[in-house]
Structure formats: structure tokens, C-alpha cells
């Protein structure tokens, strides 16, 4: 969503590569899925990186991140009924209070 | 007409006269629907849940109200399979993963909202490849779905357990979700009737987001006048999705029953079909086509140059949506929470990370680490923002070659049903069985997907309509004329003999 | 991490060094619903009443966007000068965290609804130009409450508990360009212009901008750099920041710890800080670092926001009137010094001043309670006048009761106690507590005899015509009465009685 012209990058993307996604993406990989997926990565995105090819000469193009051209779909400020606190938590591993209860958080925002 | 096989033989269309005219009733039908798949799913695996007593509760409902003199929609009583990627209260919706085992969600989709009120019974969950990512239904955390026509061989995917389904007659309707494929390509390898409707065309609440920009709902059927009975019951506009256009939907049930293709330009896409397509797969799409030019369509050959990178595209816009919409399993408030090996009182970050590792599948790992990838900072213009300019590119060709023909046609998937665990291990070549189907799904236009006759394997072929953006019409009335043309050439339905 | 170093005072901190502000202010909007979903915009009460699939971020569900929410951003984004996009999407913010039901923010990125506009801030008789880079909309987080270990705190809890009745009302985020003014003005400049801020949104009446109940929270960038140089620093950002002293004291203890830091030879780390309202200082929160990739994108779930150009002159129509033209339009109404007016708009009271007015006090009366007793009451405790819990229009109802002989001063003085601390509105406190003045003539009567008869000498004085020395006899009726007596009539009584 920058202005940065588009380049397409040699797909390198090494084993600590995938590690640093996978901490983005919070999952905890054992070796071995990364040791597979540092295998797989390059070569799916070896045959996706050709997207930058399809743009040679095609001038100057919108990129489309809907495929319906809808505009201000809005809602009324109307209040609509909540679920039931009951069936909100639910489904939750584990509660206490009304309140969903998760292990100690480390992190802050 | 009491007799169970006689029933789970009819089409949607067919069973809905004989209950309005009281030759059955719909206990009757789900319960035989039920008795089928208590009997044939043990091989199959199409259902995820059956719902014996839910089914035959709403199918005992409809017959009171029939009996009370009630004015019941048109498809009322005639039950439905639904792909558990849909949320329904009452019965758990998994999306085919471990992460979600058990849920039961506290609301039903707006399709199934729908479904309810035309009074269908709703049968059970179906199969599916895990959140919907795959081509084969192996994906599904729950063991795969096997093709009714040939047990070593998968009914493609995602929507792998509506088409066994339908096609083996567990359900005479289902209700699948399409991406890039996944109601058209299993369609096409299990010989059932698939409809991807026009983006925005039906509701995507509560259905379990896959890639949000690309997914939408439709029917699963065997004839082309069944899917658009059941497009009519699940379309149209709803407020609680803001891409749903606000539209009448057009009259698809009179497209399908006019099938007439006298003067009906058809594009054949120079760029879907040839190289890479297995020869058998080819021979009956141009047996289509040479039915349609036969029954008065006008052929034209139409070049879509961007569809050779729609594969690509695909693979990024998806999986970068794919990435952001998966990240709310994370443990804290419903699903699967696992806590990770030799840790003492774990933190919840690292609870979410164990629980990301052991409730998703190696597909979806893959598809978000790569979507992770595609979005990250320094990447996202080479690899997000490209792929979105090569999507408004297929658009745009889409428009060109609409501007030369009423609707375009293709084989639906590059091959035939291949054999459980031929492509588990090579995830470009599973990627592959979209390539036709995904130009669709990229520029949001709809696509109908309907059985051709079989390859040289014996095994079932589809060949694909497209239309432009909120032209679904054109598809029933282009599938119907095709698919009278194709049952006169082949003599009768072209079902799957299943027994257990 | 650097708190050990020793501070380098304010003045001499800017002698070297000039300060580079930018502040991130989030007011939360006081619509009827959540930004994408129909749950009341409701929270502090029973924990997980306000949710439902959308702002629960179940599986499948979508949102759909709150037009009030829009039609207030757009207000405020005029109100503040600023252009509004004739084009704009959301994005999807991606970050992990518990509070945050969908792991990621639904907020707008590159493409705010408002974005180029300027506020004027007047301090100490000088305006100084608040240039705007955008005000944009967003959803806010769930609340996380950090249970067992010793502090109740994050660090050292056993786990959590989690109510998301906050997630998903409405934010705008408003976003300023870095603030160049003179060294000694920044902290003063800074705390005006979230004053200002909050008097603009409570008259376009799209929050209730309360600091302190977090409704309107600030967030305080700083950087130094040398004088007479123009790469800027490294920056931190202390997070939100829930009072307007809070505002000017957090841009003060961080000047002067960057300074030290600077002074040291070492470096400015950038990362979040979190303000400590009990000593004035802040302390390290979370450093910038790889995870900060956010990863956004256009939310595909929301058609993109083109509010037409009708749409955005009719709602211009709706502006209150610039917060410039009100002071001086206020100012000659009230008859007010310039002296006067810039006490009342520095304290962060002329729209509670206002108020009182409204409400039927004289602007006299109405600048001089919230001036003085209640700012004295409010600096005691270290909070807003505006924290105070008490409104305009008690303030007001309490002049009035002045006014009309039932209470004076000191009886008010009073009446204020009591409605600070909770027992109810100004007619309440004076009943329950027995404050109205006696006007009893024979029990005033009678008062006034006790006191010629306890200080004859002071009776003689006056006899003799020294009607100053009234005031002790009047002081000790006053004193018997418990202050409950109109002391004009006593001070009648007094001089009829020795004349």
C-alpha cells in the first residue's frame, strides 16, 4: 500500500526465513516442518513471483481489492440484540466471572 | 411413490412436485436420505455429522404444515446437505479442522438461516479440505472423502463431501463454498452440477472465511434446473454482509428451464484448455461444444492472456487473506486450546503459538506462512500489490472477451479424479486443478460447472460457463440447453453407482 | 533500562536541546452501536453482555460499518480543517493479542477519511498552529483484566480474564504532524491542544471525551534534537496519557530524560512508555522491533467509504462554530478580561464555565467556583476540572441558592463537599446536611443579644458610633449560627440594636 515501484524479489527465503513468519504468524514449527517448509517455500514462490512479469507493459493498472464495485455500504446506528452472555462464553475453553480467562499475558500494545 | 431408492433418485426439482402434490411426504425422503447415508457414508465419508433427529424434525414439521393447508416455499421439505464450512446452530461446524472440533456456534449463516425458513430439512455437515484449502478433501483433519465412483480416487476439493455426497444420492442438494474451484472442480470430478454465483450474489455470513475477496457460497447439485432452485433459496441481498450487492437476483429457475442457446454467443478461452488438459477431459469439452454449435450457439474463439498468471495471483491474494483471517484461532475464545511440551505455566502467547501448531494442517500452515510472507514489509508491493494489478488485468480481460461473447466455456478441471494421495506430497501439481476455475473467482464473475460424459477412464468430466458479473442467468440457460444436449447423446444420467 | 541516569532539569534540558512533539489523540465515539456490529457502544457494566459474532470475531462473521460512526469522523475531520477523502478503504491491522478478538484491528491505513487539516491553540496569549496528518476511523480492543501475583498488574499475574464489551466502538484517531514550537511553550502547547481537541468534540457532540473514563486518550510523541539542527531524534511514545496535566507534565519528564540520555552520548531507544500518574515520570514499555510488521491490506470484508460531496456540505452545515471565533464571541458576552479569559481557557474550563452559564449562573459567579474552589479541589487531587464529579448545572444550582438567600458562600463551600463526595445534587446536600441559612428573626434576635452581652466592650465601640467593630459581634453570631445565617441581616440587627 506504498508507493514503492513493484519489484520482484529473487524468491530467497531461508529455514530462519520461516521461522520469523511463523512468529509472526504465531505458530510454534517443530524442525522439521521447518526444515519441510524452508524446502517448499522458495519453489511455490519461484512460480508466483511470475505476477510481476504479467504487469510488463500493461501501463498503469488499479490494483483490485474487490471484485464488486460497491461503495458506502452502511449500517443504521441501530442497536440489535447481543447474544446472551451464556452463549457467548460458551465455547470458551475456559472462564471465570462471565469473562473468558486466558493464561498470563507476556506481551503488552 | 414410497419406495426409498425411487425417491433418493429424483431431482430437487422432481422430489418438490411430489411433495406438493402429497406423493411423499418429507419424512418420508429424509429419512431415506438418512438410511442411505447410514448405510453408503461408512465408505464414503461425505458427512463430518449427520443429523438424524434435526432432519427429520424439520421434515416432520414441513408435512403438519403441509397438511394444515400451509403456502410453503417451493423447496420445502426437501432436504440438504451443507458444507461444514457454514455455521449452524445446533450442529458443530469444524471447517474440516482440528482446531475447531466440537464447535457449536451460537448462530446459524445467513444461507442456512435461509434453507430454514424454505422449510429444507438440513441432513448433515459435509467434508471438506481443512478451511476449505485443498483440491482432493485429503486436506479435512477428519480423514478424506473418496470419489463415489472410484474409492481409490478423491471427489477433488474442497467441497469434496457435498459433490460425494450429491453424486452418491446421500443428499439430493448440497451446499458448497467456491475460492478458486471448490464447488466447480469437485463437480466436475464426481459428475454433479456446481455453481460459483456471482460474487456478492449470496451471503458469506458465517461461512467460515477463507479468503474473503474470493469466496462465495452456492448450490450442489445434479441437474441444472436443481442448482438453480437452490440459487434462488440462498441469493439475494443481505445486510449483514457488506459485499452482497443489492440487487434483484434474475430469474434463474425460468433461465434454466428456457435452455436455449439458438444465437447464444459462446467464447471458448484459447488460454483454458489445451496444453496441460488430459486428452479425455478435452475430447468432451469439444464434443460440448460442438453440441452447442449444433443446437444453433454461435462459437467464438476469445484470448484471455492474463489467465496464464491467475494461477499466481491466486496464490497470493489468497493466502495473504487467508493469513489475516485465520489468525482469530488462537485459544482464547473458542476452539482448541493446547499447551506446548515442557513449558511451566505457559504464557498465552505461547499457548496460542502450541495451539496454531497442533489444530491447524500442513496445508494450512503452508498457505499462512506464505500469505504472512506476501504481506510483510519490503514484500507486499512485489507480491500483495502485484497480484491484485494482475486480478484487475483478468477483469479486464474478462470484459473483452464478454464484450464478444454471451458466455464462455471451458473445461472445468484439467483432469479427471485422480487417485487419494497422488498430489498430497506436491503441492504445485494440487494447485494445478484450479487453473481453470480460479480466473473466476479473481475478477468475481460466476461460473457453472456441469457433467460432460466420461473420459477414456470411465471417469466423469465437467465443462465449465462463465458470465459476466451478476449474469447468472445466462449460465442456467446455457447449462440446461447443454445438459438436455449431453443426456440425449448419452442416454441417461450420468450418476455414480454406489453400494456399500 | 535508562531511568538511572540522572535527569537534566527543564530549563536546562531545552537550553540545549529543542523538543519535537507529535501527539496521537483516540476519542471514542458516542454512537448508539459498535463500529461494525448492532452491540450498544456500552462498556463498564456486566462483563459480555455487549457482544455478538461480529465483535466476538466468531468464525464467519462480518462487519458492517456504523454510518454515524462515518458522518461523526467526517465532522470531526472538518471541524478540524482538514480535507475528506472522496475515496477511502479500511485496512486490516495484524497483530496478535488477547484482547483483540480477530488478531487483527479493522482501521484505516493509508487512505484516512480526514487527513490535512490545522487546529489554532492559544496559550498564554499566543496561537500556535496544530498542523493535522489525518483523523481516521478504527474499532477498539476488548479489556483485559491481569489476575493473581502480587500487583494485579500484567507482570507477575497468573492469568487473565477477558470482557469484550469495549471491542469494536467506534475510534478516531487523530493523528497530528510533528509540532515545532518554542522549547519552553511544548508542554504547555501540548495539554491546550488536547484541551482544545476535547472542547471541539464535546461541541460537535460525538463523544463524551472523558480522559479520565479513557473516552478520550492521548498518546505523547517526543523527540529531542539539538538546537539549530534539522534531522529529527529518535522518538518515544508514551501511551495513553488520561489527564491534560498529565498531557503537559509526561511532555516535561520526557524532555528531560531524553536530554540525559542525549547528554550521556548514548541513544534514544525508540519504544512505548507508559506515564505514572503517582510520580510524574514514565517507565519503559515495549520496544519497536520486527514484530511491529503489521502487516496491512485492504479489508476486503468492507466496500471502500466515497462519501459524496453533498453528503460532506451538508454535514459542514452541522459544525459548531470554530473554537477561535467561540472565545472571542464568549469573551465579550461574559465580559471578561483577556486576563480572565486565558485563566479560564488554560485551566481547561470554558466549556464547563459555558456550561454554568447556560445553566443560569452569572459569568462572574461561574468563572470564580470553577476557578478557585474547584480547581483548587481538582489540583488537591490531581485530576481535570472536567474529572470532577460534578456538573455544570449543580455548579449553577448552587449559585442560584446563593443567590436566593438560602445559602452564602461558606454554606456553599459546603454544599460542594457534599456533592463531590457523592450525596446527591446541591437542594439534597443542603437538606441532608443541614445547611440553609436561618432566617428565624427571633432565633437571630436572640443570638445577637448573647453577643453584645458576651463583648460589651465591643458594644461600646459601636455605641459610639465605630460601626467597623461590628464585624467581631458579627463573626461571633455567625460562629454560633454555625455559619447558617445571612450575615447581612445579622450585621442589620447588630447596628439596630446599639444605635
Not at chain 1, 3 to 9: I, S
Not at chain 2, 304 to 315: I, T
Not at chain 3, 339 to 368: F, H, N, W, Y
Request: overall charge negative; proline content about 6%; hydrophobic content about 40%.
Amino acid at each position: 500500500m506504498s508507493d514503492e515501484p513493484p519489484t520482484a524479489p529473487t524468491p530467497q527465503i531461508s529455514r530462519d526465513d520461516v521461522a520469523h513468519l511463523a512468529g509472526l504468524a504465531r505458530i510454534q514449527l517443530d524442525e522439521a516442518e521447518l526444515d519441510r517448509l524452508g524446502r517448499e517455500l522458495p519453489k511455490i514462490l519461484e512460480s508466483v513471483a511470475t505476477v510481476s512479469q504479467a504487469l510488463e507493459g500493461a501501463g498503469d493498472v488499479q490494483p483490485m481489492s474487490h471484485p464488486t464495485p460497491l461503495r458506502n455500504v452502511f449500517r443504521e446506528d441501530v442497536v440489535r440484540p447481543s447474544l446472551k452472555p451464556e452463549d457467548a462464553l460458551a465455547a470458551a475453553p475456559a472462564s471465570e466471572g462471565q469473562r473468558f480467562l486466558v493464561p498470563k499475558i507476556l506481551g503488552e500494545e | 411413490m414410497d419406495n426409498p431408492s425411487d425417491l433418493t433418485d429424483l431431482s430437487a426439482a422432481e422430489l418438490a412436485t411430489a411433495l406438493a402434490t402429497r406423493e411423499t411426504s418429507s419424512g418420508a425422503v429424509t429419512r431415506a436420505y438418512l438410511d442411505r447415508i447410514d448405510a453408503l457414508d461408512g465408505g464414503l465419508h461425505a458427512f463430518l455429522h449427520v443429523d438424524h433427529d434435526g432432519a427429520v424434525d424439520a421434515a416432520d414439521e414441513i408435512d403438519r404444515r403441509r397438511a394444515a393447508g400451509d403456502d410453503l416455499p417451493k423447496l420445502a421439505g426437501v432436504p440438504i446437505a451443507v458444507k461444514d464450512l457454514l455455521c449452524t446452530v445446533g450442529q458443530p461446524t469444524t471447517a474440516g479442522s482440528r482446531i475447531l472440533e466440537g464447535w457449536l456456534p451460537p448462530y446459524d449463516a445467513t444461507v442456512v438461516t435461509r434453507l430454514r425458513r424454505a422449510g429444507m430439512p438440513i441432513l448433515g455437515k459435509t467434508n471438506l479440505d481443512e478451511f476449505a484449502m485443498g483440491s482432493s478433501t485429503e486436506h479435512s483433519a477428519y480423514g478424506p472423502t473418496r470419489n463415489p465412483w472410484d474409492p481409490d480416487r478423491t471427489p477433488g476439493g474442497s467441497g469434496g463431501g457435498s459433490a460425494a455426497a450429491v453424486a452418491a444420492r446421500l443428499a439430493p442438494l448440497a451446499i458448497g463454498t467456491d475460492t478458486g474451484g471448490s464447488i466447480r472442480q469437485p463437480g466436475a470430478l464426481t459428475g454433479t452440477v456446481g455453481v460459483k454465483p456471482t460474487y456478492g450474489g449470496v451471503s458469506r455470513y458465517g461461512v467460515v472465511a477463507m479468503a474473503s475477496s474470493l469466496d462465495q457460497v452456492g448450490p450442489v447439485t445434479r441437474t441444472v434446473l436443481d442448482a438453480a432452485l437452490l440459487h434462488e433459496v440462498i441469493g439475494g441481498h443481505d445486510p449483514m454482509d457488506s459485499t452482497s450487492i443489492d440487487a434483484p437476483v434474475p430469474d434463474l429457475v425460468q433461465a434454466a428451464r428456457r435452455g436455449d442457446v439458438q444465437g447464444l454467443r459462446v467464447g471458448v478461452v484459447k488460454e483454458l484448455g489445451g496444453e496441460g488438459f488430459q486428452s479425455g477431459v478435452q475430447e468432451r469439452f469439444e464434443e460440448s461444444v460442438a453440441l452447442l454449435t449444433g443446437a444453433g450457439a454461435t462459437v467464438v474463439e476469445v484470448s484471455c492472456p492474463s489467465f496464464e498468471h491467475a494461477l499466481a495471483a491466486y496464490y497470493l491474494v489468497m493466502p495473504s487473506e487467508v493469513s489475516s483471517n485465520l489468525a482469530r484461532f488462537d485459544a482464547m475464545r473458542y476452539g482448541l486450546r493446547a499447551f506446548p511440551d515442557g513449558v511451566e505455566d505457559p504464557s498465552a502467547e505461547q499457548v496460542m503459538a502450541a495451539t496454531r501448531d497442533a489444530g491447524f494442517g500442513d496445508e494450512v500452515k503452508r498457505r499462512i506462512i506464505l500469505g504472512t510472507y506476501a504481506l510483510s514489509s519490503g514484500y507486499y508491493d512485489a507480491y500483495y500489490g502485484s497480484a491484485q494489478k494482475v486480478r484487475a488485468l483478468v477483469a479486464r480481460d474478462f470484459e473483452a472477451a464478454f464484450r464478444e461473447a454471451d458466455v464462455l466455456v471451458s473445461p472445468t478441471a484439467p483432469t479427471t479424479a485422480f487417485r487419494l494421495g497422488e498430489k498430497l506430497e506436491d503441492p504445485m501439481a494440487m494447485y494445478l486443478q484450479d487453473v481453470a476455475t480460479i480466473p473466476a473467482n479473481l475478477a468475481g464473475v460466476p461460473g457453472l460447472s456441469l457433467p460432460a460424459g466420461l473420459a477414456e477412464d470411465g471417469l466423469p468430466v465437467g465443462v465449465q460457463f462463465l458470465a459476466p458479473l451478476q449474469c447468472d442467468d445466462r449460465l442456467y440457460n446455457a447449462g440446461a440447453a447443454l445438459e438436455r444436449l449431453l443426456l440425449e447423446k448419452w442416454g441417461s444420467p450420468l450418476t455414480a453407482e454406489v453400494t456399500a | 533500562m535508562t531511568t538511572t541516569t540522572e535527569l537534566v532539569p527543564f530549563e536546562e534540558a531545552i537550553a540545549r536541546y529543542e523538543p519535537v512533539m507529535g501527539l496521537e489523540v483516540h476519542v471514542e465515539l458516542h454512537t448508539a452501536t459498535k463500529m461494525f456490529c448492532g452491540c450498544p457502544a456500552l462498556f463498564g457494566g456486566e462483563p459480555n453482555t455487549n457482544v455478538c459474532p461480529v465483535c466476538l470475531g466468531l468464525p464467519g462473521a462480518l462487519p458492517v460499518v456504523n454510518e454515524k460512526a462515518v458522518e461523526s469522523a467526517i465532522r470531526i475531520g472538518l471541524a478540524l480543517n482538514c480535507e475528506i477523502a472522496e475515496w477511502c478503504r479500511f485496512a486490516r491491522k495484524n497483530y496478535f493479542y488477547p484482547d483483540m478478538p480477530k488478531n487483527f484491528q479493522t482501521s484505516q491505513y493509508d487512505e484516512p477519511i480526514a487527513f490535512d487539516g490545522s487546529m489554532d491553540v492559544e496559550v498564554d496569549g499566543e496561537t500556535y498552529r496544530i498542523e493535522i496528518e489525518r483523523a481516521h476511523m478504527e474499532e477498539d480492543t476488548g479489556k483485559s483484566s491481569h489476575m493473581g501475583g502480587a500487583t494485579g498488574r500484567i507482570h507477575g499475574a497468573d492469568y487473565s480474564l477477558l470482557d469484550y464489551n469495549r471491542a469494536g466502538i467506534p475510534l478516531i484517531e487523530i493523528v497530528t504532524r510533528p509540532i515545532f514550537v518554542p522549547a519552553e511553550k511544548a508542554p504547555a502547547v501540548a495539554r491546550a491542544y488536547v484541551q482544545q481537541l476535547r472542547d471541539l468534540v464535546l461541541a460537535l457532540d460525538v463523544s463524551d471525551a472523558r480522559m479520565d473514563q479513557g473516552s478520550l486518550r492521548a498518546d505523547v510523541n517526543l523527540s529531542l534534537r539539538p538546537h539549530g539542527t534539522s534531522m529529527l531524534g529518535t522518538r518515544s511514545e508514551t501511551k495513553n496519557v488520561n489527564s491534560f496535566r498529565s498531557v503537559e507534565r509526561a511532555v516535561r519528564y520526557e524532555v528531560t530524560r531524553h536530554a540525559a540520555i542525549l547528554d550521556a552520548g548514548r541513544k534514544v531507544v525508540q519504544e512505548t512508555r507508559h506515564f505514572h500518574e503517582d510520580t510524574g515520570t514514565t517507565s519503559s514499555g515495549r520496544e519497536k522491533s520486527d514484530a511491529d510488521d503489521y502487516r496491512y491490506f485492504p479489508e476486503p470484508d468492507l466496500a471502500p467509504v466515497a462519501p459524496s460531496r453533498e453528503w460532506v456540505e451538508e454535514l459542514r452545515k452541522t459544525l459548531p462554530e470554530p473554537p477561535s471565533e467561540r472565545r472571542r464571541r464568549l469573551q465579550a458576552a461574559w465580559g471578561f478580561s483577556d486576563l480572565e479569559m486565558r485563566d479560564t481557557v488554560g485551566a481547561g474550563a470554558l466549556d464547563l464555565v459555558a456550561r454554568t452559564i447556560d445553566a443560569g449562573a452569572s459569568p462572574q459567579s461561574a468563572r470564580k467556583w470553577w476557578l478557585s474552589e474547584l480547581a483548587r479541589r481538582a489540583n488537591e487531587q490531581g485530576v481535570d476540572l472536567a474529572s470532577l464529579p460534578i456538573s455544570p448545572e449543580q455548579v449553577a444550582r448552587i449559585q442560584a441558592l446563593v443567590d436566593e438567600g438560602a445559602i452564602n458562600d461558606k454554606l456553599a463551600r459546603q454544599v460542594f463537599d457534599g456533592v463531590l463526595a457523592g450525596e446527591g445534587d446541591p437542594d439534597a446536600v443542603v437538606a441532608s446536611r443541614g445547611l440553609a441559612v436561618v432566617s428565624d428573626e427571633g432565633e437571630l434576635s436572640a443570638a445577637v443579644d448573647r453577643a453584645i452581652e458576651a463583648n460589651p466592650g465591643v458594644a461600646e465601640k459601636i455605641r459610639a458610633g465605630k460601626v467597623a467593630a461590628a464585624g467581631a459581634l458579627i463573626g461571633a453570631v455567625m460562629k454560633e449560627m454555625r455559619g447558617q445565617a445571612d450575615a447581612g441581616r445579622v450585621r442589620e440587627l447588630v447596628i439596630a440594636k446599639l444605635s
